[in-house]
């Protein structure tokens, strides 16, 4: 780890001990938005994952257990609200990969946002044949989500996280109960047919597992509040480990109650949920009753909502640690709410870029499909964002724990690089698939395939172009920077 040379009282600091460990739990559920993503990201699994949905998901989840391993040891010796930036950055003694890691998660944060704006707008459109009747009904949606998601977490991490670890937690019963019910209801219907992949249908299904990934996008997020919360080189571990169970506990169970309830409640093929409106409900309904589509209902709307909130919470961390230290973003983004303790400034210029992006797509494309545009992209970013942090952690193994034998083969090598090649090969089958795609419908001259292709592309180009163009930049330039990058750790720094 680099030297912390340098680190004055006149660096910029969050509010240390505001928040707990169920707090920070929930930073990372939250984020994942479970509800949410039953109600709208699961159609871009079913789309192309089809009945072998669940396992898409199982899939997913298993691949970021170990992409989680990186944020966990990572933890260990760092609390900077950078997260992945700053491990990476502080991981050699050039800091290379920190404007890498930083600029690929640049692209997350504004296409992942869509799920955000366009998710809660796409499902409030949808939810009713006189809503969705009013042209441009949506973008009304759209601007309340994006101000609350501004309000909430301005006023400081304590509100914020208390608000999203209440309703989080009745989130989380109401989808495991609610899952439970319709799969005790469907009885003979049950089957194992969703937990394999068919022949011929392994590029789908795992172009079905990027949005899988983007589901469970987030779960490393209480990194982003390790300056923030109590006693980190202890908590935040715990907080890893808790989160990824709950996110599998409230999607997995979900994802196939779904599917079986679908394909046995006489709504017709799967090939029918992917393309219905607000299927989730429908399900739900069937299954349930008034009362279960009403919870959902509910509880969908306020998901959106609260990964508004622990979104807004993460990005802003990261920007501001970025500009405290200098890199891409100018230090006036790391300037401080007097009061509150926030960085404002980097949440304001985030809300505004990423609500410009998403207003022009969705009236282009539409707000599911701009929605399912944008978050082929984030998957896309945060595999990337993931395969640079597991890199980061075999390089700082190697430099720096191997001198004080903490270095392990298995967790700071091989597991990392495990993860890194299921990614890589997750991002391969998506090309593939949306190549292939876009070739066959030529003749029909569908914009939406040729979208899905370019935001393939672009996120491509994003970190393997310019992404490495910036490092270069900051390493020939800046190279003080670079050094100092990272280096800022709460529980060391007066």
Request: hydrophobic content about 55%; charged content about 10%.
């Amino acid at each position: 780890m680099k030297e912390k040379d340098g680190l004055t009282k006149s660096v910029h600091t969050l509010k240390k001990g505001e928040v707990g460990i169920l707090q920070g739990v929930f930073q990372s559920f939250s984020f994942v938005g479970p509800a949410a993503d039953v109600a709208i990201l699961l159609l871009g699994t079913v789309y192309f994952a089809g009945i072998s949905t669940p396992i898409a998901i199982i899939i997913a989840w298993l691949i970021y257990g170990l992409w989680m391993i990186t944020p966990y040891e990572f933890s260990k010796y760092k609390s900077n609200a950078g997260s992945y930036y700053a491990y990476s950055a502080s991981s050699t003694k050039d800091g290379m990969l920190g404007p890498l890691a930083l600029f690929s998660w640049m692209g997350e944060n504004f296409s992942g946002q869509s799920f955000g704006i366009l998710g809660l707008a796409a499902f409030l459109f949808a939810i009713s044949t006189t809503i969705s009747s009013i042209p441009y009904i949506w973008i009304l949606f759209a601007i309340i989500i994006a101000v609350y998601m501004f309000v909430v977490p301005y006023l400081g991490i304590k509100i914020s996280l208390n608000y999203v670890a209440i309703t989080g937690i009745l989130e989380l019963v109401v989808l495991v109960v609610g899952a439970a019910i319709i799969i005790i209801m469907a009885g003979p219907a049950n089957s194992i047919t969703p937990f394999t992949i068919p022949a011929g249908t392994v590029s789908a299904v795992f172009f079905g597992i990027v949005f899988s990934i983007v589901d469970f996008t987030g779960l490393g997020t209480v990194t982003t509040v390790s300056e923030e919360i109590k006693n980190p080189r202890k908590q935040i571990k715990k907080a890893l480990v808790i989160s990824w169970l709950l996110a599998g506990l409230a999607l997995i169970p979900a994802s196939y109650a779904l599917v079986i309830g679908w394909t046995s409640g006489g709504f017709g093929g799967i090939g029918g949920y992917a393309i219905a409106q607000d299927p989730g409900l429908l399900v739900f309904q069937h299954f349930l009753g008034p009362i279960g589509f009403i919870l959902l209902a509910i509880f969908t709307i306020n998901s959106y909502f609260s990964y508004g909130v622990a979104k807004t919470n993460a990005v802003s961390r990261i920007w501001f640690s970025a500009a405290r230290d200098g890199v891409i973003f100018p230090k006036w983004i790391a300037k401080l709410h007097p009061k509150f303790k926030t960085p404002g400034n980097a949440m304001s210029l985030w809300l505004g870029i990423s609500f410009i992006l998403d207003i022009i797509l969705g009236i282009f494309y539409g707000p599911v499909n701009a929605a399912l545009i944008l978050l082929t992209m984030a998957g896309i970013y945060i595999i990337c964002v993931h395969v640079i942090a597991n890199t980061a952690l075999t390089l700082f193994s190697f430099s720096e724990l191997k001198k004080s034998g903490q270095s392990s083969v298995l967790l700071h090598f091989l597991a990392p690089t495990l993860a890194s090649i299921l990614g890589l090969i997750v991002i391969f089958f998506s090309v593939q698939l949306t190549y292939s795609t876009y070739l066959s419908a030529i003749p029909s001259q569908r914009p939406i395939d040729l979208a899905f292709l370019a935001a393939v592309l672009i996120s491509i180009v994003w970190v393997v172009v310019l992404g490495p163009i910036i490092a270069l930049y900051y390493k020939k330039r800046k190279p003080e920077i670079l050094e100092k990058a990272g280096i800022y750790d709460s529980e060391v720094a007066e």
